[in-house]
Each structure stands twice: as structure tokens, then as C-alpha cells.
């Protein structure tokens, strides 16, 4: 079945610099890779999702790019603000309401002041 | 974007007791997921629960345990039961959208005493 590696675990990073969180799946039939960001003590929320036909997508600060041959997909925040400090969780799946999402170990993103 | 009502939002039980957790959605979906999150870890399916079959559990959880129900195409309810300490965690519900998109229920904390 799928696996779905997230890295790094901890992330801290100097308000306005970059952050880049890294992903990589064992299943090449996953054509969907959303990231979900989750706040201290809320639900986790889709920020930004991309899908097998494209290889990167843009919204605002947040970037995602995905290399099927690879088998790896990045989270890239860029101008990082306090309200991005976050857990942020990627997931693969065959896309589609009936195929369950494989989510990645987690990346808690620390932003410093 | 699917809208997912859970509740209760906590709740702290006494060992050997059950809990229901009820979750309710805005729109009719064909499966609905249950979570369990413990403090700083990710996402662990626990079932998925599909209108007018049995619920399909995870490696590790049983209908014993964790008994499912799904009456209909907007609500499901997941019980706890003969609670130990060790159940204590954040439960979540989830639907995913036609293209795959998983949203959540707000959680449920439960701390087994």
C-alpha cells in the first residue's frame, strides 16, 4: 500500500525566510497530493493541494511542486509570518471521495521573531 | 466546501465507561472517515464508515472497540468504549470532496480518568 514520508519533523525559520517541507510516496498510482496546515488545538486545513497533471502550483506564499518520477512533492512558504507557525501534514491518494488519503508524520514549522 | 458539525468538542470520562462521538455533515457524502490524533502525532485512520454496510477498520481497531454507526448520508457516530487511559486523544471526523479534498469535524478531546 501507499507510504507517505514527510520531512523534516521540526522546522524553525527567521520571520520573512523560506521554508521548505519535503514529501516523498512509494505508490505510483497517487494523483493527488494535498497539504493541510493545523493550528494548535483546531482541525487541520487544506491550504493547497496539486494533482498528477501538473508539476507546480502557486497561492499567494505557498507553493507546492511535484515530481511524479521522483515520487516527491514540496511545500514551499515563502515570506514566512508568525501565523504560519503550524503543524503542516502532506497526504497522497488516488484522488477521488472513495480513495482514503495517506498522511504523512507532520512538520511542525516554528517561525522566529 | 463540505461543512462537518462534531460534538462534543470534549470531554473527560471515567475508565470502563463509553463515549459517543456524533458527527454531522452539511452535505450527503458516501464515506465518512474517523481519526484518532494524540497530542503532537498525526492523523491514524481508525475506520471508514459507508451508508448501509459495516464500517472497515484499520490494523489495530476493532467494532468491539470503536463500533461505527451510519444511518444515513449526512451523520455518523463513532463509539469508545470500555474507555482506559490510554484512549485519551483527539478524534476527528473527515469527508472527502468528489476531487478528493478531506475536511474535518472540529475534533473531539477525550481524557479517560
Known amino acids: 500500500g501507499e507510504n507517505v514520508e514527510q520531512h523534516p519533523s521540526t522546522l524553525s525559520v527567521q520571520e520573512g525566510d523560506s521554508a521548505v517541507i519535503k514529501c516523498t510516496y512509494s505508490?505510483?498510482?497517487?494523483?493527488?497530493f494535498p497539504w493541510y496546515k493545523q493550528e494548535l488545538g483546531k482541525r487541520p486545513q487544506l491550504i493547497i493541494d496539486?494533482?498528477?497533471n501538473v508539476g507546480e502550483k502557486k497561492d499567494q506564499r505557498i507553493a507546492v511542486t511535484l515530481n511524479k518520477t521522483a515520487k516527491h512533492f514540496s511545500l514551499h512558504i515563502t515570506e514566512t509570518q508568525p501565523e504560519d507557525s503550524a503543524v503542516y501534514f502532506c497526504?497522497?491518494?488516488?484522488?477521488?471521495?472513495?480513495?482514503?488519503?495517506?498522511w504523512g508524520a507532520g512538520t511542525k514549522l516554528i517561525i522566529k521573531p | 466546501s463540505a461543512v462537518i458539525s462534531q460534538k462534543p468538542s470534549r470531554d473527560i470520562c471515567q475508565r470502563g465507561t463509553s463515549l459517543t462521538i456524533q458527527c454531522q455533515v452539511d452535505s450527503q457524502v458516501t464515506m465518512m472517515f474517523w481519526y484518532r490524533q494524540q497530542p503532537g502525532q498525526s492523523l491514524t485512520l481508525i475506520a471508514t464508515?459507508?451508508?448501509?454496510?459495516?464500517?472497515?477498520?484499520e490494523s489495530g481497531f476493532v467494532i468491539d472497540k470503536f463500533p461505527i454507526s451510519r444511518p444515513n448520508l449526512t451523520f455518523s457516530t463513532l463509539t469508545v468504549s470500555n474507555m482506559s487511559p490510554e484512549d485519551s486523544s483527539i478524534y476527528l471526523c473527515s469527508v472527502e470532496e468528489a476531487q478528493g479534498e478531506a475536511f474535518f469535524g472540529q475534533g473531539t478531546r477525550l481524557t479517560v480518568v
Open positions: 505508490d505510483s498510482a497517487s494523483n493527488y
Open positions: 497526504a497522497a491518494s488516488k484522488g477521488g471521495s472513495n480513495y482514503q488519503l495517506i
Open positions: 496539486i494533482r498528477s
Open positions: 464508515a459507508n451508508q448501509g454496510s459495516e464500517a472497515t477498520y
